[in-house]
Nanobody
Framework: QVQLVESGGGLMHPGGSLRPSCAAS????????MAWYRQAPGKQRELVAD???????KYTDSVRGRFTISGDNGKKTVYLQMNALKPEDTAVYYC?????????????WGRGIQVTVSS
């Protein structure tokens, strides 16, 4: 089993910064990527950013230029530097890890952390 534990969420004013982290542990193999998703009230869960095992990153348009995803392979930890926060960034943020070969892809999720951006 794989466990993902997120931390670093909270309440921030517009324009502020947060840096959530996600630590992975357990039986991990062939990690393909780690990612952050978010789900706002009444909306579907969406991909915020992901980083592959090779270090390639991608971002959803609404956060590109403001958020940066990074990983520490040794610590099996992924971070999301969130700058210039906006009220529309308010959501529960979930960590995700994708592992395995193409014929046996496995996804695991963290429990989520609340990020609230409000004045």
């Amino acid at each position: 089993q794989v466990q993902l534990v997120e931390s670093g969420g909270g309440l921030m004013h517009p324009g502020g910064s947060l840096r959530p982290s996600c630590a992975a542990s357990g039986s991990m193999f062939s990690i393909n990527s780690m990612a952050w998703y978010r789900q706002a009230p009444g909306k579907q869960r969406e991909l915020v950013a992901d980083i592959t095992s090779g270090g390639s990153t991608k971002y959803t348009d609404s956060v590109r230029g403001r958020f940066t995803i990074s990983g520490d392979n040794g610590k099996k930890t992924v971070y999301l530097q969130m700058n210039a926060l906006k009220p529309e960034d308010t959501a529960v943020y979930y960590c995700n890890i994708e592992m395995g070969p193409i014929y046996d892809i496995r996804w695991y999720w963290g429990r989520g952390i609340q990020v609230t951006v409000s004045s």
